[in-house]
């Protein structure tokens, strides 16, 4: 079915709707930001799965990337700095002596140029060079569009000079509906997960990687058997808040999609099944949500939403038994994710 794409304005934003008649999801030019991902549940019903606000407003106190693209480089960066080519970078340090996300200033607060397309949206800006202290100018497109039965992503970039890139969208899922009933909402540890990789990236107590590839095998991260995200999360290592904040390996190589597991609800019967052609998924449990605000005024708590952020490896530009995450002039970065919902 053609998709139907309608444009208006908030404040002074642009949100995008996008529906085919089946599903339907808002964006908004204020950090190409998912405001909402609306899909039917068992009884035809149409469910938010995706935490949000009900205004563009509200994002900006939000510190948590809430439903927006991550950039330059997506997750931990050890020592909030990096040496290419000899020359030593020194970026934020925003997440104690790392830096998280990009730092300080984030793509999420950043007003991206924007237009529709026949199945979605497509969102453009240049990250300048030394913006976040990387090196380079980056021209950087976002598409999101329905297709294949679900929500698509894809990122593509260019440079001028050689610099680090990883990119990501940062929704919070919650299959059970993210419109609070009596102030609240069920909370994911009651969702299956399936995961169909079995090697994970392990970390120090800072959520760094230390460059071994461990097995799952044995350990709460194991979901190659579907799983509640609850059973094993008491066995997570409260160095990183208690739950899930873990890199899984995909098998991917940039190069096709894979597919990296599914996720469901007992409560509403809706499923969504994860592809991507990155290397790595981060899963994380929304373990820092309780206290932050949410839709319709409501406070979240700890577990509220769930996260599979699509990227490079974790730190890649500090490690170089990892693949790398360098992008050269006259190349072009890419990276695709579908969320499909069943």
């Not at 260019?158 to 419109?179: A, E, Q, V």
Request: glycine share 14%.
């Amino acid at each position: 079915m053609k998709c139907v794409v309608e444009k208006s304005v908030d404040g002074k934003n642009l949100v995008y709707s996008v529906s085919d008649g089946r599903m339907k999801f808002v964006a908004t030019d204020l950090g190409c930001t998912i405001l909402s991902i609306f899909v039917p549940d068992r009884s035809g019903n149409m469910v938010d799965v995706a935490l949000g606000f009900g205004t563009v407003g509200e994002y900006d106190g939000c510190g948590d990337s809430r439903g927006a693209v991550v950039g330059r480089v997506a997750n931990r960066i050890s020592g909030a700095g990096f040496t290419l080519d000899g020359k030593r970078y020194e970026l934020d340090a925003n997440d104690g002596a790392n830096t998280l996300h990009g730092g300080t200033f984030r793509y999420e607060k950043a007003l991206w140029s924007s237009g529709a397309t026949d199945d979605g949206v497509i969102f453009r800006r240049r990250s300048a060079d030394g913006e976040q202290g990387f090196p380079g100018n980056v021209d950087i497109t976002v598409e999101y569009a329905l297709r294949d039965g679900g929500l698509f992503m894809g990122y593509t970039a260019t440079c001028d000079s050689r610099t680090p890139i990883s990119l990501t969208n940062h929704s919070y899922f919650n299959l059970n509906g993210t419109k609070p009933e009596g102030g609240k909402i069920e909370g994911i540890l009651n969702h299956e997960l399936q995961i169909d990789s079995g090697e994970f990236l392990e970390v120090d107590g800072a959520c760094i990687p230390t460059g071994r590839i461990l097995p799952v095998a044995g350990t709460p991260l194991d979901f190659r058997s579907a799983k509640s995200v609850g059973k094993d999360i008491a066995g997570c290592d409260m160095r990183i808040g208690g739950g899930y904040d873990n890199c899984y390996i995909t098998g991917a190589d940039e190069t096709g999609m894979v597919r990296f597991g599914i996720v469901s609800s007992p409560l509403t019967g809706i499923s969504m099944e994860i592809f991507t052609n990155q290397r790595g998924v981060q899963v994380y449990s929304g373990n820092y949500l309780e206290g932050s605000r949410g839709r319709d005024g409501m406070t979240h708590s700890k577990h509220d939403g769930i996260c599979f952020e699509s990227q490079r490896l974790n730190d890649a530009v500090n490690r170089a038994e990892f693949p790398g995450c360098i992008m050269n002039p006259g190349e072009v970065y890419r990276s695709e994710t579908l969320y499909k919902f069943l």
